[in-house]
C-alpha cells in the first residue's frame, strides 16, 4: 500500500493540473482499503469469559473459558460447544496434534483429551491453585503452571504430573518453549522464569520493571515479548 501511495502522490507532483478533489478521493479510498483490509468480526456470543486459544492446524482450534469449551474445524468462521466432564474455568490450552489435547484452570483441574475433544477426562492435580497455561514439548513431556509459583511436569502425555520446586511462590501466567529445550514462563512480579534443558532446571530472569506480565512469546532463539 505505502508504495502504491509514494508512486501516486510523486505521479501528482509531476502532473500539477490533475484536479486535486480527484487527488485526494483516491488517497481516501486506498486508505479505506488498507484500513478495513485487516478487520475482526464477533463470530459468537455465549457470555462466557474466554480465557485460551490453541490452533491444531488452519481450520482446527480450540477455545478454552469460563465453564465452556469451543472448537472450530473451518477456520474459525463457527464454533460448536464440547461437552466438559465439570463446569470450571480453565485457562490454558494446548494440542499436540488433532486428537491429543490438554486443558488447565481453577482448583488444579486439568482436562485431558485424545479424540479431538469428543471426550474430555477430568485430573485433578493435588493443589487448589489455579493452573494458568500448558504446553507440550513433545508427544509425552508436557508442562503447567499456575498460581503461587506452582510448575507441573507430565512425561507421560498429562495422564499424571509431578511437581517442581521453582524457589519462589510469585504466579506464573504465560509460558512458552521456544524450542524443546528453550522454555520462558511470565511471572506477575515482571519476572521471566527460564529453563534451558527442558524443565529440568529453571531459573528467573529480571526484566528491570516490576509490573506484572501476562504472557511471553518468542519469534526465534532470541527474539522475546512479554506483556
Do not use: C
Not at 102 to 130: A, E
Not at 142 to 167: F, H, I, L, P
Not at 186 to 208: E, H, K, P, Q
Amino acid at each position: 500500500f505505502h508504495f502504491w501511495l509514494l508512486l501516486l502522490i510523486l505521479y501528482v507532483l509531476n502532473h500539477q493540473f490533475m484536479n486535486k478533489s480527484f487527488f485526494f478521493s483516491i488517497i481516501f479510498v486506498l486508505f479505506h482499503v488498507a484500513v478495513h483490509a485487516q478487520s475482526w468480526k464477533r463470530v459468537g456470543a455465549w457470555g462466557n469469559r474466554l480465557t485460551g486459544i490453541d490452533w491444531v492446524t488452519e481450520q482446527i482450534g480450540y477455545i478454552a473459558g469460563d465453564q465452556i469449551i469451543l472448537k472450530t474445524i473451518d477456520g474459525g468462521l463457527s464454533w460448536t460447544e464440547q461437552l466438559a466432564p465439570v463446569k470450571t474455568h480453565m485457562h490454558g490450552v494446548d494440542f499436540f496434534n488433532e486428537n491429543l489435547g490438554l486443558m488447565v484452570g481453577q482448583n488444579g483441574q486439568v482436562f485431558r483429551t485424545t479424540d479431538g475433544g469428543d471426550i474430555w477426562s477430568l485430573i485433578k492435580l493435588p493443589t487448589d491453585k489455579t493452573l494458568k497455561s500448558v504446553q507440550f514439548l513433545n508427544q509425552t513431556r508436557v508442562y503447567a503452571v499456575g498460581e503461587s509459583g506452582e510448575v507441573y511436569r507430565s512425561t507421560n502425555s498429562g495422564q499424571s504430573w509431578a511437581k517442581q520446586s521453582v524457589g519462589s511462590t510469585v504466579n506464573l501466567n504465560g509460558m512458552h518453549f521456544a524450542n524443546a529445550d528453550t522454555g520462558y514462563v511470565a511471572a506477575s512480579d515482571g519476572r521471566i522464569l527460564r529453563t534451558f534443558n527442558s524443565g529440568n532446571n529453571w531459573a528467573f530472569v529480571n526484566t528491570g520493571q516490576s509490573n506484572g506480565l501476562n504472557d511471553v512469546y518468542f519469534t526465534n532463539a532470541k527474539t522475546g515479548f512479554a506483556v
